[in-house]
């Protein structure tokens, strides 16, 4: 079965599996202890925090393991919060954040704090300027993802940062660890290993120099009080190992995920009627797509999915075990009913998603049929009637000279598509345009034409 929902958990890497298995035999014992094994432990431990830190942008001793990505977040949120009761007790945090920070915001104001959240635009993202004029003078602490888990909009987390003055910003990077480079800016960092391809039970909290902590929880010598308890380091070195694996790999995995994605985004819309693409065009992971599908119940279209061979979720974190609409998709102002996220685990084939795309029309037609709507068509392909010339793996001139030969070929007010990997066609075909009265009219993903990298350089004929 395809499994496309690896923003819940992507599958163990092969990396992982094999530090994980070693670490049992050599990393058992107490690594707080001067005996050899102890010590053994220690040097394991202290190597994954050093590649923790080193992969993340952290020194080793900012970094601390959890149980959960669920429990740094809490530990981060109320540690920092605790950590400056002196400058107020005011939370700020965008509309769209994870439930573990939700949730942690209420028990807050249950006990006596107060918290805001940022309304975000329909693509999900915040404005950094509204974020930081949300800041109040007893603001203690502000908390903005760096991508959301449920649509994949990469959050401004830098040009926020950049506004806040004084204030620390928690920064849940749980979704983009190890497949983006951390933005910069924070102060607090989360993330969860079994989203990177680790094994589950292992969470990280980054917690820079300088930052005023006060851990929530009892005194603990542990994890410099941080954390409570015996480090689980088996896990923790598998998951520090996979995070270097991924890492090491991410540009190359997110270029091939990304064109996946793309083809899936932009064939939805035309093969299934009363569909809609949400989350930001361009902002995004690179391997997550979400679409809501009208007059369908979320749930049912994931049990035919199912049925059907293919591994998917809703757009809500929590729909499996709640009637609550997704709080993302509410805050968006989305469709909130019928949602399908696709979230490609690293290794997943064009085949693979070529039928889930056979697969997917079908399934909602058959939902959709006892109810007797008469649907228009699904949306028209935006590349119809397009002349397409490849010049991938050419340099300039040569894709110029190629739209000088054939433009005559398409009728006045007829479209061309130029598909080039040279970074100089984005200048040279823009100032041929304008030198010779056609029209340029902008970019594209080459995807979008079939091909598998690259950008389309859209011109149309003028008389």
Not at 152 to 172: F, I, K, M, S
Not at 176 to 201: D, E, I, N, Y
Not at 375 to 396: E, F, M, N, Q, S
Request: with cysteine.
């Amino acid at each position: 079965m395809p499994y496309f929902d690896a923003a819940s958990t992507a599958p163990l890497h092969p990396v992982a599996r094999q530090a994980l298995l070693a670490a049992l035999d050599e990393g058992w014992a107490d690594p707080a202890r001067l005996y050899r094994s102890g010590r053994q432990a220690r040097m394991l431990l202290d190597a994954a925090r050093e590649t923790v830190a080193e992969v993340l942008g952290a020194r080793p001793d900012e970094v601390s393991f959890t149980s959960s990505g669920t429990q740094a977040v809490q530990l981060g949120v109320l540690g920092a919060l605790r950590g400056r009761r002196r400058h107020g007790a005011h939370l700020l945090h965008s509309a769209v954040e994870h439930s573990a920070v939700l949730h942690t915001a209420e028990r807050w104001e249950a006990d006596g704090g107060t918290a805001t959240a940022v309304p975000v635009d329909r693509h999900g993202r915040v404005s950094a300027g509204e974020f930081a004029a949300a800041v109040r003078p007893d603001t203690a602490l502000a908390v903005l993802q760096s991508a959301n888990h449920e649509v994949g909009t990469l959050q401004p987390v830098a040009d926020t940062a950049a506004l806040l003055g004084d204030v620390p910003l928690l920064v849940d990077a749980a979704q983009s660890a190890g497949r983006l480079p951390v933005p910069a800016g924070w102060s607090l960092l989360t993330a969860s290993a079994h989203k990177w391809g680790g094994p589950a039970g292992v969470g990280v909290l980054v917690v820079r120099k300088g930052v005023r902590y006060s851990s929530p929880l009892p005194a603990d010598e542990r994890e410099g009080g941080r954390v409570p308890g015996f480090a689980n380091l088996p896990a923790i070195v598998a998951a520090a190992a996979a995070l270097r694996a991924v890492r090491d790999g991410a540009e190359a995995e997110n270029a091939r995920l990304r064109a996946l994605v793309d083809l899936i985004r932009r064939r939805v819309p035309q093969l299934v009627p009363a569909v809609e693409v949400v989350g930001h065009p361009e902002e995004r992971l690179p391997h997550l797509v979400t679409f809501s599908c009208l007059y369908v119940d979320g749930e049912v279209l994931l049990t035919a999915l199912d049925r059907a061979g293919f591994a998917v979720s809703s757009g809500s974190s929590c729909t499996s075990s709640t009637l609550t609409p997704s709080h993302v998709l509410a805050a968006m102002g989305v469709l909130t009913e019928g949602n399908v996220r696709v979230s490609l685990p690293a290794g997943t084939t064009a085949a693979e998603v070529d039928a889930f795309l056979d697969v997917l029309p079908r399934a909602v037609a058959g939902i959709r049929a006892p109810l007797g709507l008469d649907l228009p068509p699904a949306a028209a392909d935006a590349t119809a009637g397009t002349l397409v010339l490849d010049t991938l793996g050419k340099r300039c001139p040569i894709p110029v000279i190629e739209l000088a030969k054939h433009i005559g070929e398409v009728a006045p007010g007829g479209r061309l598509a130029v598909l080039s990997d040279d970074e100089a066609a984005r200048h040279d075909i823009p100032a041929w345009c304008g030198m010779c009265g056609h029209t340029y009219t902008g970019e594209a993903p080459a995807t979008a034409y079939g091909a598998d990298r690259g950008t389309a350089y859209l011109v149309q004929r003028n008389a």
